[in-house]
């Protein structure tokens, strides 16, 4: 959506003007309420006046075309998502924002760069068209690393010319995550153009595990901000060398609790909040940035500081004009809350419009928008047989290692399990095959490795949705139900499946570039409750065990992944 800094309207201003100076009634009051002030860092009693979606005055108001009465709650700003993957949800942008609207989210800044990495500009332009009249701003960052590093096989590529073109929308914020870290360290001459061409705009960083001269040189490139820290350490040095920290807490990745304490007095205007990936059942019950606010709260941060990590902190780094306070001037996209510390959401506001009411948006706000064909059929693979999962015994005396809670792996040293001439799963010793197969363009390239941490006993799970570039991955204690989940997944044109047995135990059909559904968000809830539940009883017991595959074939993440080209090690530099 535009930023409203970027025109001018003299009529709307000067009716503002007579608004807030009493002489004209304004379309809305609020009356009663207690306002969330990000500036000063506290709370009082006030009304605000709204028109034509913008604050006008807070203070004392009464003539209004429309009174709303709020006594006995809090009035905040609309809450922001300062990272997020939309996609991750697994719905189309609609029903995403009928997910996180009555959560009191007002606006997110996304990286589309799964989408991009599947239908490339083309899917850009379609994410664009269903953003349009959403009762959410949607900002873009423009995906910077598709695909993510060399090791990695998307079905487009996102170079230069792509990244000029769509940051020249008036809803691009910036250049997306910075995720090829050693292409920046090695001096690359891509990574260069595409500095080159995203000169002045806000630049989103990805620095897994980097510490010290690498750090130094990484930042010296431009990536302002950060969500991947996983200790406070790292954070720490990463505020020092001047980035803005983003605590993260998704489905997958959960850093709240380790990164807390960097919030003091001193530094908490260059942190704020994001999700990064939060998938469509944990967002339907239990929720989006007010769920993190409750947890940063409960752990002892002060509620009004809270929230503006999660408001103005938010707009001010990403240059949000507008966004992210109750002021005049400010949009009028408010949360009204029952109460304070516990974040219990009212109502939502967008744009001086109530759009959501205990829990549901309100009738007529989120509108659907069609799916283009362009974004449909792309699962394509080549025929698959048993021999294509062998597995070397050598290459297989080194395992990724799962890290409970987190998508950042272990290199750990393994004893594999053999049959014949061949490695072969383990699942007694938690030992399962890991397997990615290239699905844009049929090449019938196959890599394999092992995973130890992931819990199944027996059957298989796999997955279309593989960060960054989304071939389809599998983790299974059996060659024959990994062959079936793959198989499943690909009849779909996209999807998730669990198998054991030889038999499907629960699937789901993702045909949006074989990463998003086109289904109702209760139903995509639902079918997604089941498959997670399905992964449980076959004996994961990792938080998210589709979440958390979704990540074993990100290249750019340390520090062990199997992608179609094979088993990568994912160097940390210091």
């Known amino acids: 959506m535009p930023n409203p800094a970027n025109s001018f309207d003299a009529a709307a201003w000067r009716r503002r003007l007579r608004v807030a100076l009493g002489q004209e009634p304004a379309d809305l009051v609020l009356t009663g309420g207690e306002i969330v002030d990000v500036f000063a860092g506290d709370t009082y009693k006030a009304d605000i006046a709204i028109v034509d979606g913008v604050i006008a005055g807070v203070g004392s108001y009464q003539q209004a075309r429309e009174c709303l009465d709020v006594a006995g709650t809090w009035v905040s700003p609309s809450f922001i998502d ?74 487009a590529a996102f170079g230069p010319a792509e990244i000029a073109e769509m940051l020249a929308w008036p809803e691009c914020v910036g250049l997306g995550e910075l995720m090829n870290f050693p292409g920046v360290l090695a001096g690359d001459d891509d990574i260069a153009a595409k500095l080159a061409v995203s000169t002045g705009r806000r630049r989103d960083g990805h620095a897994p595990g980097l510490r010290g001269p690498a750090l130094q040189a990484y930042l010296g490139t431009g990536p302002g901000s950060d969500h991947e820290s996983t200790t406070l350490a790292e954070a720490v040095e990463k505020l020092r060398a001047g980035q803005m ?9 959960r850093n709240m609790a380790a990164l807390l304490p960097i919030i003091t007095d001193a530094t908490y205007p260059r942190c704020c909040f994001c999700s990064d990936d939060r998938d469509v059942h944990t967002l339907l019950h239990d929720g989006h940035m007010d769920v993190t606010l409750r947890q940063a709260i409960a752990m002892g941060l002060d509620p009004v500081r809270a929230i503006r990590l999660a408001t103005w902190n938010a707009a001010d780094y990403w240059r949000l004009e507008g966004w992210g306070a109750v002021a005049p001037g400010f949009r009028a996209n408010l949360v009204v809350l029952d109460d304070l510390r516990d974040v219990r959401v009212r109502m939502t506001l967008f744009e001086g419009k109530v759009v959501a009411r205990d829990g549901t948006t309100v009738d007529g706000t989120v509108a659907d928008s069609a799916i283009p064909d362009s974004l449909r059929d792309s699962v394509h693979i080549a025929p698959l047989s048993p021999s294509d999962l062998r597995l070397d015994p050598e290459a297989a005396r080194q395992a990724v290692g799962v890290i409970r809670g987190q998508i950042a792996t272990q290199l750990l040293a393994v004893e594999p399990g053999i049959h014949g001439d061949w490695a072969v799963a383990a699942p007694e010793r938690d030992l399962l095959k890991h397997v990615c197969v290239e699905r844009h363009h049929a090449t019938g390239r196959v890599g394999a490795g092992y995973v130890h941490g992931f819990g199944l006993r027996r059957g298989a799970l796999a997955s279309s949705i593989a960060h960054d570039a989304h071939n389809i991955i599998a983790v299974g204690a059996d060659d024959g139900d ?20 030889g038999q499907v135990l629960a699937q789901m059909a993702l045909p949006i570039a074989g990463i998003l559904s086109d289904r109702p968000l209760p139903e995509v809830a639902t079918t997604y409750a089941a498959l997670e539940e399905a992964a449980r009883e076959l004996g994961s017991q990792v938080p998210s065990p589709f979440g958390l595959l979704a990540f074993m074939a990100l290249s750019v993440i340390p520090a062990a992944r199997v992608t179609d080209r094979g088993f990568v090690r994912v160097g940390v530099m210091g």
């Open 245 to 253: 920290v983003m605590i993260r807490e998704g489905s997958s990745a």
């Open 482 to 501: 990994l062959l079936l989940a793959i198989a499943t997944v690909a009849a779909k044109g996209g999807g998730l499946a669990a198998v054991a047995d």
């Open 82 to 155: 300062a990272h997020v993957h939309t996609e991750s949800a697994l719905v189309w942008l609609p029903e995403f924002a009928r997910a996180v609207v009555p959560h009191g989210t007002g606006a997110v800044v996304t990286d589309p760069h799964e989408v991009a990495n599947v239908a490339g500009l083309t899917g850009m332009a379609a994410m664009r068209g269903a953003a349009r009249g959403l009762p959410l701003g949607i900002f873009f960052t423009v995906p910077s690393c598709v695909p993510a590093s060399p090791w990695e096989s998307p079905g």
